[in-house]
Nanobody, 116 residues
């Protein structure tokens, strides 16, 4: 049973920084892709960033230049370093892991609130 736990959310002021962690139960090398999504109140869940086992990285346009995704295969953790935070970044952030051929895992989500 795969578990993804996401400590690290919280309240931060506009322009501040926050780092989210996604801690996996077991090796993250089993996953083809790991990533972060977010869901603001009343909106759909949106893609934020992803990193493949081969370290190919993608970002949503809205976070490029501000967010950095990092993968630590020794500690089995994926981080999302968030800088220059804006009120529109306020959302519940979810960790996601994809395992070949079609297994898809989600964390429970962590709230990030950016005050103006």
């Amino acid at each position: 049973q795969v578990q993804l736990v996401e400590p690290g959310g919280g309240l931060v002021q506009t322009g501040g920084s926050l780092t989210l962690s996604c801690v996996a139960s077991g090796s993250i090398n089993r996953f083809n892709v790991m990533g972060w999504y977010r869901q603001a109140p009343g909106k759909e869940r949106d893609f934020v960033a992803s990193i493949t086992r081969g370290y190919h990285i993608m970002y949503a346009d809205s976070v490029k230049g501000r967010f950095t995704i990092e993968r630590d295969s020794i500690e089995n953790v994926v981080y999302l370093h968030m800088n220059s935070l804006k009120p529109e970044d306020t959302a519940v952030y979810y960790c996601n892991a994809e395992e070949y051929p079609d297994n898809d895992y989600w964390g429970q989500g962590t709230q990030v609130t950016v005050s103006s």
